[in-house]
């Protein structure tokens, strides 16, 4: 049978090929195809659109391969794929770091489009006069009440002993406005826990009292000086009114930073893994290329399962923490190659670090976020 030439564009001809590489200016040869150094194709041709449209082709289609190949190995052979790409066959699968972060983008893109948390914003405190004050020549302004059954109330729970942290808050508030001043500088006098949070609470009611706005504002009403104390207190109270305001939207913001928090907490989380196993077999890379591997798995089976919910109305969320919980341990027996029960007490110990690890680190998340948003 005939052989028939395959197709190649013409900048690859013999013709257009030069003595030095245009990229990175390595001396060449005529019978170089690509740079040694660069890899870059050797052409002096002008690129022209068909050029421009055959390479994005052929990168497509590369990454393609490459993507067919990397799931292939991932969910069929638990572990394999960690073997392989130590071994050297980087360019048979995607990179375990950026193929993560691309699944764990998509699964929580999957997540802010159906998770619908902005309706959850009609449970946060609203910002309006509707307020008990204490004290003070505001009144409460309930519709349904005439002006003198409003000072009628207004008295009566002046009278009213403080006998419960709420009303004791409302009071404090209140006498806070009154001299505001003097509260402040009272409260520089406590140590720096109570100090910093008597003046969040502080800054919170000076804006819900429209007294304030912003910091600067803060500083000319309350006639102190600039410090960071200050200004983070102020931030915090900021933050903490735009949750209670919008508990929806924050749970949103919060639940769209998770991928980039798995990505820097599973480094930490692989330095446990090294000290569990032999270091004469494996390093420290090896044990994170194998984790990025395992929870890329992991948000794969959890897209499937948000998937299934949203559009066919099926739980399948515990089939799916099963379903990886039992790829784990095979993943884990494979890639380490060690007996079965030595192989459970590590993944017994692993997941009990890995969980603990994943609670502190959230809870410490969850504080900054809050105190930052």
Wanted: hydrophobic share 45%.
């Amino acid at each position: 049978m005939e052989n028939k030439p395959t197709y190649r564009p013409k900048r690859y001809s013999l013709k257009y090929r030069g003595i030095r590489c245009l990229n990175c200016d390595h001396p060449l040869d005529v019978s170089d195809k690509y740079c040694p150094n660069c890899s870059q194709i050797n052409s002096t041709k002008k690129v022209t659109f068909f050029d421009l449209i055959n390479e994005f082709f052929a990168t497509l289609i590369s990454y393609d391969s490459k993507l067919r190949k990397t799931l292939s190995a991932l969910i069929f052979n638990p572990g394999k794929i960690s073997i392989d790409y130590i071994n050297g066959k980087r360019l048979t699968y995607t990179n375990p770091f950026r193929f993560f972060l691309s699944i764990t983008i998509i699964y929580f893109i999957i997540i802010s489009f159906t998770g619908n948390f902005s309706d959850l914003d009609r449970f946060g405190t609203q910002n309006n006069d509707n307020v008990i004050n204490f004290g003070s020549n505001k009144l409460v302004n309930w519709s349904g009440l005439s002006q003198n059954e409003k000072k009628n109330l207004q008295e009566a729970l002046n009278n009213i002993p403080v006998d419960s942290v709420l009303e004791y808050k409302k009071k404090k508030d209140s006498l806070a406005m009154i001299a505001p001043k003097v509260y402040f500088d009272s409260v520089n006098k406590k140590n720096f826990t109570d100090r910093f949070f008597s003046k969040i609470d502080f800054f919170i009611s000076g804006i819900n009292e429209h007294k304030f706005y912003t910091y600067n504002e803060a500083l000319d009403f309350l006639e102190i000086t600039d410090s960071y104390e200050n200004k983070a207190s102020f931030g915090a109270a900021g933050s903490f009114l735009k949750i209670s305001r919008q508990p929806g939207t924050f749970l949103g913001y919060l639940i769209s930073k998770i991928p980039f928090i798995i990505f820097f907490f599973l480094p930490l989380f692989a330095v446990f893994i090294w000290l569990l196993y032999d270091k004469n077999h494996f390093n420290y890379m090896d044990h994170l290329i194998f984790g990025f591997h395992n929870q890329t798995m992991l948000i794969l089976l959890l897209t499937i399962a948000l998937l299934m919910n949203t559009i066919f109305n099926i739980d399948i969320l515990w089939i799916s923490v099963l379903l990886f919980l039992f790829y784990l341990y095979k993943a884990m027996k494979n890639f380490y190659n060690e007996g079965r029960i030595i192989t459970i007490i590590k993944y017994t110990l692993l997941n009990v670090i890995f969980f603990s690890l994943a609670f502190f680190v959230t809870l410490f998340y969850s504080l900054a976020v809050t105190f930052t948003y």
